[in-house]
Nanobody, 122 residues
């Protein structure tokens, strides 16, 4: 019903930048997409979200450093990550709203893609 392909992760030093991409295919209309991350031993958390009307939401930990954007025609969401810190190290996932019309909390989706690993060294 929903397929997600994330890319763009890698290893960088503290202060560096990465740009993540995620393309979705869905039988549902996409109204919002989000980026989530899961660090080892920690629960998955919402990092940033965006609606197809370009309304955005960020977690406090990334506000001012990360920028989310969306290409509605391509069903692709991007996450520009600047000033990366070691605590940003995690597997990053994206997801859609599954037709619900709002940005989903991390515990809501039943399906996740493979994610893309981000490793920030000090």
């Amino acid at each position: 019903q929903v397929q997600l392909v994330e890319s763009g992760g890698g290893s960088v030093q503290s202060g560096g930048s990465l740009r993540l991409s995620c393309t979705a295919s869905s039988i549902f209309a996409i109204n919002a997409m989000g980026w989530y991350r899961q660090a080892p031993g920690k629960p998955r958390e919402l990092v940033a979200g965006i609606t197809t009307a370009a309304m955005t939401r960020y977690s406090d930990s990334v506000k001012g450093r990360f920028t989310i954007s969306i290409d509605n025609a391509q069903k692709t969401v991007y996450l520009q990550m600047n000033s990366l810190r070691p605590e940003d190290t995690a597997v990053y996932f994206c997801n859609t709203d599954w037709g619900k019309g709002y940005l989903l909390e991390p515990e809501e989706p039943d399906y996740w893609g493979q994610g893309t690993q981000v490793l920030v060294s000090s």
